[in-house]
């Protein structure tokens, strides 16, 4: 095994990263997800982000930039998604790290690992290309989402996010 290879089977290694992508089927996102993505948001947020998300597909879809876009399947139901990207520098930094923009989980699916296994093959996908660290942001009072990103090893970072409102 190489030594820059995770070790899945090592019992003291992170526990949802070593079966979470074998129970639950991962793909990478195609265009057809569109309108599973959408219904999917719909339930979780109560809005209708339609043309949020056609930008965001074509964005991933289209654009060059390193993107990770994937999609979680259960019985061959679309369950949920996750979608990341790349960025090999900002503010001056050339170490790689990547964002994980939005992941969204249908409620039928709730707590049967879906978003475990989305987490863990991005980051599987992520190791692959040398990123060192994973950013991404949630509400301070989005609780489910916060024990979530905790449970699967996110923690607060110390950087200070700021807003000018135009």
Same mark, same amino acid.
């Not at 060192?132 to 996010?161: C, K, M």
């Given at each position: 095994?190489?030594?820059?290879?995770?070790?899945?089977?090592?019992?003291?290694?992170?526990?949802?990263?070593?079966?979470?992508?074998?129970?639950?089927?991962?793909?990478?996102?195609?265009?057809?997800?569109?309108?599973?993505?959408?219904?999917?948001?719909?339930?979780?947020?109560?809005?209708?982000?339609?043309?949020?998300?056609?930008?965001?597909?074509?964005?991933?879809?289209?654009?060059?930039?390193? %993107?990770? @876009?994937?999609? &979680?399947?259960? #019985?061959?139901?679309?369950?949920?998604? /996750?979608?990341? $990207?790349?960025?090999? !520098?900002?503010?001056? %930094?050339? @170490?790689?790290? &990547?964002?994980? #923009?939005?992941?969204?989980?249908?409620? /039928?699916?709730? $707590?049967?690992?879906? !978003?475990?296994?989305?987490?863990?093959?991005?980051?599987?996908?992520?190791?692959?290309?040398?990123?060192?660290?994973?950013?991404? $942001?949630?509400?301070?009072?989005?609780?489910?989402?916060?024990?979530?990103?905790?449970?699967?090893?996110?923690?607060?970072?110390?950087?200070?996010?700021?807003?000018?409102?135009?």
């Amino acid at each position: 095994m190489n030594a820059f290879e995770p070790d899945f089977s090592d019992p003291s290694g992170d526990d949802f990263e070593a079966l979470a992508r074998d129970h639950i089927p991962v793909r990478s996102m195609v265009e057809a997800d569109l309108s599973a993505i959408i219904g999917i948001d719909r339930k979780i947020t109560g809005k209708d982000r339609t043309t949020y998300y056609k930008a965001k597909l074509a964005e991933v879809l289209d654009e060059s930039g390193v %993107r990770l @876009s994937l999609v &979680a399947e259960v #019985d061959g139901q679309f369950a949920g998604f /996750a979608m990341a $990207r790349v960025d090999y !520098g900002e503010f001056g %930094r050339t @170490s790689p790290s &990547a964002f994980l #923009d939005t992941i969204g989980v249908s409620p /039928a699916f709730d $707590r049967q690992g879906v !978003g475990k296994a989305l987490v863990s093959q991005l980051l599987l996908n992520l190791r692959s290309l040398k990123v060192e660290a994973v950013y991404t $942001r949630a509400d301070w009072n989005h609780f489910p989402l916060l024990a979530f990103l905790d449970r699967t090893g996110f923690h607060s970072s110390q950087r200070l996010s700021f807003v000018r409102r135009l």
